[in-house]
Antibody, heavy 118, light 107 residues
Framework: QVQLQESGPGLVKPSETLSLTCTVS????????WSWIRQSPGKGLEWIGYIYNSAITNYNPSLESRVTISPDTSKNQFSLRLSSVTAADTAVYYC????????????WGQGTLVTVSS | DVQMTQSPSSLSASVGDRVTITCRASQGIRNNLSWYQQKPGKAPKRLIY???NLQSGVPSRFSGSGSGTEFTLTISSLQPEDFATYYCLQHNSYPLTFGGGTKVGVK
């Protein structure tokens, strides 16, 4: 059974960088597609981007200039960095898996709330 | 980006009711649409993938149909555990986009 768990600070100051990690068990981050998705009251569910094969990334153009998704295969994790955050980046952040390109998400983490505030 | 419009945004229903939720895409997405159920404080759970395929473990009262630009999720007989918010997701083109959600509440 695949399980995903998000971790990271719950509070980030405006203009700083949000950093989250997703730890995967029951499957390798080397295979499949691993995404970050966020959910805010104002914008609903928003796909942020994915990493595949520990090297190939694809980002939502609306966030691309501020987003980096990277792997840590030794720990079976992948991470999200979102720079220059504002209050609009306050959301619950989820990591999720899909089995291929253009496939939907079958496994999700429980989500972690990140608040951007000074 | 492909815009996904769900309707209604909310509805009230009783146990045993037949419930239908619609998702419309701003352009054709073939059958690359999935449906999710979300309960408060929980992650979305996939119910239907590629328009009409029932996710393993999901009760058969859930069904999906459609292709191109119009899709429906049907709950044939609403159960108490089905009161939740439902979302569609198009995975035909990037960026992947979700519908705005349909909240199914108690009448």
């Amino acid at each position: 059974q695949v399980q995903l768990q998000e971790s990271g600070p719950g509070l980030v100051k405006p203009s700083e960088t949000l950093s989250l990690t997703c730890t995967v068990s029951g499957g390798s981050v080397t295979y499949f597609y691993w995404s970050w998705i966020r959910q805010s009251p104002g914008k609903g569910l928003e796909w942020i981007g994915y990493i595949y094969n520990s090297a190939i990334t694809n980002y939502n153009p609306s966030l691309e200039s501020r987003v980096t998704i990277s792997p840590d295969t030794s720990k079976n994790q992948f991470s999200l960095r979102l720079s220059s955050v504002t209050a609009a980046d306050t959301a619950v952040y989820y990591c999720a898996r899909s089995v291929g390109d253009y496939f939907s998400f079958d496994y999700w983490g429980q989500g972690t709330l990140v608040t951007v505030s000074s | 980006d492909v815009q996904m419009t769900q309707s209604p945004s909310s509805l009230s229903a009783s146990v045993g009711d037949r419930v239908t939720i619609t998702c419309r895409a701003s352009q054709g997405i073939r059958n690359n649409l999935s449906w999710y159920q979300q309960k408060p404080g929980k992650a979305p759970k996939r119910l239907i993938y590629t328009a009409s395929n029932l996710q393993s473990g999901v009760p058969s009262r859930f069904s999906g149909s459609g292709s191109g630009t119009e899709f429906t999720l049907t709950i044939s007989s609403l159960q108490p555990e089905d009161f939740a918010t439902y979302y569609c997701l198009q995975h035909n083109s990037y960026p992947l986009t979700f519908g705005g959600g349909t909240k199914v509440g108690v009448k």
